[in-house]
Structure formats: structure tokens, C-alpha cells
T-cell receptor
Framework: AQKITQTQPGMFVQEKEAVTLDCTYD???????LFWYKQPSSGEMIFLIY??????QNATEGRYSLNFQKARKSANLVISASQLGDSAMYFC?????????????FGTGTQLKVEL | ETGVTQSPTHLIKTRGQQVTLRCSSQ?????VSWYQQALGQGPQFIFQ???????GRGNFPPRFSGLQFPNYSSELNVNALELDDSALYLC?????????????FGPGTRLTVL
């Protein structure tokens, strides 16, 4: 079984500052993928970034980077230079890579509010 | 935009009725996954279809059923609706044969059961 824990129900950040959203996970799968999604109030789940458990380097996508610490089982999302449009719910998710099936297991999310 | 579409956008039903939700996958994708997201929670996996076969199912009763068509579009059917079925239903398409196999989501269908 897989489990994702997001301990920050809500976060505030000033515009143009960086913010880190925490995610820890638990799994018995030897290989797995970690994902972050953004969900604005409209409801659509927007893919942000992916990290494979076998990747040596941390993933980056524009202003998003994933701080992957395998030994600590953490996959924190860092958003640099926050913008007002970054205000949304953020979900961390994971799935096994081996064993067939690619069901995503999600955390409970972190509501991010970017302020002027 | 992901190229994943869902219909309808919103739906209101009464207890005991049946509902069908539809999803068109992104071009080139062969897998569709369905999720239920209750208010204030993360999405929960319902089931997944890969090349028209069910390929995994979450902890949902048999009254939740699905279908995938040759063009890889998909339907989610829910029979005997209950009040707790009120939720946002998300479908996601992906290519299981591709490394990373990222799931791209549609805009969702918001179902209200009265």
C-alpha cells in the first residue's frame, strides 16, 4: 500500500518569494513515481512536475522544483518567485512503476495563497 | 490545456437514479483512469482502463462500472446513486507504454445527488 502525507493544510506566501510545500510518502514498492498537481478553484488537476525514484537529480520545470530526499521519503515542491496565479490547492501523488497498474495515490493537499 | 475533455460539466440527480459520465482522452493515449474527489479531500482512484480492459480497481462498489471504447474514450456509470456519491469526478488519460506515464486530467464533472 502507498500513502502520501501533506501536513500543511494551508500556506501563505508573499508575491515574488519562494515557498516550499511538504510531502512525505510511504511505500513498499522498489520503484515509484512522485507527482505534484495544482488544482485551481475551477477543479481541473494540472500536472506540474514528476520525479522517478531512480532519478539521481531533482526534477525542475520552470519555477517548480522537486526536492527529493529518498532516505527521508520526502518529495517537497519548491515554487520560486511566487505569482498571484499560483494561489490554488496543491496535491502530492505517487504511483508504483513496477507491478502493473498506475493508480495514483494522492495526499490531502495544501491550499496555497499568494499575497501582494 | 491537456486535450482531455469530460461531459457533462455539472449534473444533478436524485437518490436511486443512474448516471453516465464521459471522458475523451488525449490523442495518442491508451489509458483512462477515473477518480472521485469529495469536497476537501484528495482524489480517490475508482478504476483504470488500458486498451479497453479494466486494469485495476479501487475500493468502490460494483455499482461503479466503466467502459473504454476503441478510440480510448471512456464512460463511468454509477447505478443506484447515493447522497455520498456527490463529488467531482475526474478522468485522466495517459500512455502506459511511455516512461513516466504521467496522467493528464480533464476538467471534471461535478455530480450532485439530492
Amino acid at each position: 500500500a502507498q500513502k502520501i502525507t501533506q501536513t500543511q493544510p494551508g500556506m501563505f506566501v508573499q508575491e515574488k518569494e519562494a515557498v516550499t510545500l511538504d510531502c512525505t510518502y510511504d511505500t513498499s514498492d522498489p520503484s515509484y513515481g512522485l507527482f505534484w498537481y495544482k488544482q485551481p478553484s475551477s477543479g481541473e488537476m494540472i500536472f506540474l512536475i514528476y520525479q522517478g525514484s531512480y532519478d539521481q537529480q531533482n526534477a525542475t520545470e520552470g519555477r517548480y522544483s522537486l526536492n527529493f530526499q529518498k532516505a527521508r521519503k520526502s518529495a517537497n515542491l519548491v515554487i520560486s518567485a511566487s505569482q498571484l496565479g499560483d494561489s490554488a490547492m496543491y496535491f502530492c501523488a505517487m504511483r508504483p512503476i513496477t507491478g502493473g497498474g498506475n493508480k495514483l495515490t494522492f495526499g490531502t493537499g495544501t491550499q496555497l495563497k499568494v499575497e501582494l | 490545456e491537456t486535450g482531455v475533455t469530460q461531459s457533462p460539466t455539472h449534473l444533478i440527480k436524485t437518490r436511486g437514479q443512474q448516471v453516465t459520465l464521459r471522458c475523451s482522452s488525449q490523442s495518442g493515449h491508451n489509458t483512462v483512469s477515473w477518480y472521485q474527489q469529495a469536497l476537501g479531500q484528495g482524489p480517490q482512484f475508482i478504476f483504470q482502463y488500458y486498451r479497453e480492459e479494466e486494469n485495476g480497481r479501487g475500493n468502490f462498489p460494483p455499482r461503479f462500472s466503466g467502459l473504454q471504447f476503441p478510440n480510448y474514450s471512456s464512460e463511468l456509470n454509477v447505478n443506484a446513486l447515493e447522497l455520498d456519491d456527490s463529488a467531482l469526478y475526474l478522468c485522466a488519460s495517459s500512455d502506459r507504454e511511455k516512461a513516466g506515464d504521467t496522467q493528464y486530467f480533464g476538467p471534471g464533472t461535478r455530480l450532485t445527488v439530492l
